[in-house]
Each structure stands twice: as structure tokens, then as C-alpha cells.
Nanobody, 124 residues
């Protein structure tokens, strides 16, 4: 059973930065894709960024140029560097995992495993 544990959330002022981490465990296959999603109160969960097994990434238009997704395959760890944060980035951020390592998708239904989330709050 794949387990995902996020960390790195917190409160920051607009224009600040945060780095989220997600450690994945409970699997042996080396081919997988991972992504970051977020959900604000009263809104649907939305894809933020995703990276496939080959290191190719995709971003939501709202975060392009500000967020960077990366991974350390040796540590099974996914990162999300968030710069120039805006109040509208405030949300619970979730890490997601799929064994479909050939996809880089922001569609939540493509992912089978989810973390518990880490809260990001950006004040103006």
C-alpha cells in the first residue's frame, strides 16, 4: 500500500515562498508519476503540478512561472517550490501518486493514492 506524507506547509505573507515535500513509501516499482493538488474551502480540488517518471512536468496556468515541481527518485520524495505566493494560493495541498509513470496529468481521477494534505495560508 502506497503511503504519502506531506510536509512544509505554513503561513506566509504575499510574495513569500514555501517548499512542500511529499515522501512516498510502500512500493518497489520505480516507474510512477506524482502530482500536487490543492483545495480551498468551498472549491473543487484542482491540479497544480505533476511530474512523470521521466521527469517531465506540467503546471496549471495559475502557477506557471511561480511554482516548480521536482523529485528525488532515490529518496522517493516529491517537492513543490512555491515562490511569489498570492492570497489565492491559500488552500490545503495534497500529494498524489499513480503507477502510470508515462502520464503527467492534472486530472485527479488519474491518481490512486493521496496524502493527508498540508495547509498553505498566504496573507495579503
Amino acid at each position: 500500500q502506497v503511503q504519502l506524507v506531506e510536509s512544509g506547509g505554513g503561513s506566509v505573507q504575499a510574495g513569500g515562498s514555501l517548499r512542500l515535500s511529499c515522501v512516498a513509501s510502500g512500493f518497489t516499482y520505480s516507474t510512477y508519476s506524482m502530482g500536487w493538488f490543492r483545495q480551498a474551502p468551498g472549491k473543487e480540488r484542482e491540479g497544480v503540478a505533476a511530474i512523470d517518471s521521466y521527469g517531465s512536468a506540467v503546471y496549471a496556468d495559475s502557477v506557471k512561472g511561480r511554482f516548480t515541481i521536482s523529485k528525488d527518485s532515490a529518496k522517493n520524495t516529491l517537492y513543490l517550490q512555491m515562490n511569489s505566493l498570492k492570497p489565492e494560493d491559500t488552500a490545503m495541498y495534497y500529494c498524489a501518486f499513480t503507477f502510470k509513470g508515462w502520464v503527467k496529468t492534472l486530472a485527479h481521477y488519474d491518481y490512486n493514492y493521496w496524502g493527508q494534505g498540508t495547509q498553505v495560508t498566504v496573507s495579503s
